[in-house]
């Protein structure tokens, strides 16, 4: 059996596929990812022993380009990304017995049409759930399209939601489809979902209530990660109390100096010490006390288990290792997307702190005072306890769950 599993996006995008990858390989499947071409996902994808095949402009400097809520260029990059799937996809899915995609609509949206041409199938892999319709809460605003202010129904902001993805999209996809000799859809947006998605969430961080939708839900999809923490690292560790983890991850910043000056004068207000993560916000030390050490790519389990707090902008990943490992976090959002979605829960389970973030409107940055705050809040011994007995009920097994689906569906 072979499978192709496919994703355009951030390193937390690419880690769960690579996940599912290695579950995949550990029951008998052939499985290989299509990723953006950036070196750090080719080496990390190498590293577990997972074959690679490269689609479409590196993430990192493209993000790097984008104003955050600006639509300019949009058009251009879902046009390259729905050609990628025509191309690059289509050519790696030939002879596999499956697909599984993740990432934004217009990859989602391609890379379903090529395995209807090739008559495989197809699986839509979320790894959150904001973006998959449900009564319960509100769509998430798509980039220079906000919905009608009066309207205040979730169902029918939902059905607002895929006429704007019809009308952002569905040109571009059906003008590929055309030429691929497949029949136009009028509905973009769920035909890209499928009427069975998967969420590769954990249950506990992120309960989905039953909705129309059939969604499957496996658990997270992670590596284990059996890496040491480098020997400079784990000096630093030893040599004090446990320090507070601050890193924004694949999340690119406009005033890198400005976060890691508040972020670490905020931990130094708790009498703590500092791990720093570079990451693609590209956070540095800002002066040369030794109670601070910056690292870049490291085993986050492992460093997570030896740290007081973790300080983060709410990606999945993070969220979800730093619950794993019982460490209280403060979340301090830097996007509208998932980012405020991951606050709420590790605020509603009180295993930490949800920092004030952005909006569809407004952006919102930290202050010294009020990391400070919130960072008191989360080195309480409450909020500690409370974290650690949320960590045993994390699960591990998200990516042999979802293996073992696949396996059983096309089998």
């Not at 995008?13 to 290695?22: F, K, N, Q, Y």
């Not at 979320?126 to 980039?143: A, E, K, M």
Request: charge should be negative.
């Amino acid at each position: 059996m072979r499978v192709l599993l496919s994703t355009y996006g951030s390193r937390g995008s690419v880690e769960p596929m690579a996940g599912l990858a290695v579950a995949l390989r550990e029951s008998g499947v052939q499985a290989r990812v299509c990723a953006p071409p950036d070196e750090e996902f080719a080496k990390r994808l190498a590293e577990v022993g997972v074959e690679t095949v490269a689609m479409g402009r590196p993430v990192r400097a493209l993000v790097g380009s984008v104003t955050p809520g600006s639509a300019v260029g949009l058009a251009q990059r879902a046009a390259e990304l729905m050609t990628e799937q025509f191309d690059t996809v289509a050519a790696a899915a030939a002879g596999c017995d499956a697909l599984v995609v993740t990432g934004p609509l217009p990859v989602a949206a391609g890379a379903r049409s090529v395995a209807e041409k090739l008559g495989i199938r197809y699986v839509h892999a979320s790894h959150q759930p904001v973006s998959l319709p449900s009564p319960y809460r509100r769509p998430p605003v798509r980039r220079g399209q906000p919905v009608p202010p009066e309207t205040v129904d979730n169902r029918a902001l939902w059905d607002e939601d895929a006429r704007i993805a019809h009308t952002m999209f569905g040109e571009v996809l059906n003008t590929h489809r055309a030429s691929a000799g497949l029949p136009p859809v009028d509905d973009i947006r769920d035909y890209a979902f499928s009427g069975r998605p998967w969420l590769a969430t954990d249950p506990v961080l992120s309960p989905w209530q039953p909705t129309d939708l059939g969604v499957v839900q496996t658990g997270a999809w992670a590596v284990a990660d059996e890496r040491p923490l480098p020997d400079g690292l784990a000096a630093f560790l030893d040599a004090g109390t446990a320090p507070v983890y601050v890193g924004f991850g694949s999340t690119p910043m406009g005033a890198p100096q400005e976060i890691a000056r508040v972020t670490i004068e905020a931990v130094r207000a708790q009498g703590r010490r500092a791990v720093v993560f570079r990451g693609w916000a590209d956070l540095d030390l800002i002066d040369d006390q030794g109670d601070c050490f910056v690292v870049g790519e490291v085993n986050h389990r492992a460093l997570f288990r030896r740290v007081a707090a973790v300080v983060h902008h709410g990606s999945a990943g993070t969220t979800t290792t730093a619950a794993g490992a019982g460490a209280p976090q403060v979340v301090v959002p830097q996007g509208a997307g998932d980012q405020p979605y991951w606050a709420g829960r590790v605020a509603d389970l009180g295993i930490g702190v949800a920092h004030d973030g952005p909006t569809a409107t407004a952006t919102s940055a930290p202050t010294v005072e009020s990391l400070s705050a919130a960072l008191q809040a989360a080195l309480d011994p409450g909020t500690r306890a409370r974290a650690t007995d949320v960590a045993g009920t994390i699960r591990t097994d998200g990516a042999t769950v979802a293996a073992k689906l696949l396996l059983d569906a096309v089998g």
